[in-house]
C-alpha cells in the first residue's frame, strides 16, 4: 500500500467563511505567533507596509486584508475580495461555487527560534447552503432522473459533488482543474 504522505493537521474542513475578519490595512500586522510585527526599531508595522502584504494587496483593486486567526488556529491574512463575506445568504448558486479550496504555507518557528517555512495547510470551504437551500437534487438517483438531452449537466448534479469536487483538489495537490479548466 501507499504511504500517507499528509497528516491529518494538514487539512481544514470549514463552513461557511465567517472564520475570516475583515482587518484594515492600517491595523498593526501580526505574525504567524499572533504577536505584532515590528520593525528593527521596535515599532509597529501595518498590514500595508508588510512588502508581501502591499504585493498582495496591490494585485486586485478590490483585495481586502481577512485574518484568520481569530477564529481559528491558523493565524494567517488571506488576501481577497470577498473573504469572510464568501458565504452570504444573497448568493445565487447559478452564478458561483458552493465550494473552494485553497492552500498556504504558513510560517512556524524553527530551531533557532526563527520563522521558517512550515507544511502546507490545504482548506476547503464549504457554503452552509451546499447542501441544503440548494435546488440541486439530494441523491444521485435523483439526480439520474433528471438528465435528458434537454438538461443542462449542472442542473442534474447532487448536492454531495460539492465536497467530492473539493476533495479532488486535495487528493490532488490543488493541481487538480485550474480556475480556467473548470467545468461546472
Not at 20 to 34: E, G, I, N, S
Not at 48 to 65: C, I, T
Not at 84 to 100: A, I, Q, V
Amino acid at each position: 500500500m501507499g504511504e500517507n504522505k499528509y497528516s491529518k493537521g494538514d487539512f481544514k474542513l470549514f463552513c461557511g467563511s465567517g472564520f475570516m475578519t475583515l482587518q484594515d490595512p492600517k491595523l498593526t500586522a501580526l505574525d504567524y505567533l499572533r504577536k505584532q510585527i515590528l520593525d528593527k526599531d521596535g515599532r509597529a508595522v501595518r498590514i500595508k507596509d508588510v512588502p508581501k502584504y502591499q504585493e498582495r494587496l496591490s494585485k486586485d483593486d478590490n483585495f481586502l486584508a481577512w485574518w484568520s486567526g481569530d477564529r481559528t488556529d491558523v493565524n494567517a491574512y488571506f488576501f481577497e475580495e470577498f473573504g469572510g463575506d464568501w458565504c452570504s445568504d444573497d448568493f445565487d448558486e447559478t452564478k458561483g461555487n458552493l465550494g473552494g479550496t485553497g492552500s498556504m504555507q504558513p510560517l512556524i518557528q524553527g530551531a533557532n527560534g526563527q520563522a521558517e517555512n512550515g507544511r502546507y495547510i490545504f482548506g476547503v470551504t464549504l457554503r452552509p447552503n451546499s447542501f441544503d437551500g440548494t435546488e440541486r437534487p439530494s441523491t444521485y438517483k435523483e439526480a439520474n432522473r433528471l438528465i435528458s438531452p434537454e438538461t443542462s449537466i449542472a442542473r442534474a448534479i447532487p448536492r454531495s459533488v460539492t465536497l467530492l469536487h473539493e476533495a479532488f483538489h486535495i487528493s490532488h495537490e490543488n493541481t487538480f482543474l485550474s480556475d480556467k479548466e473548470e467545468c461546472v
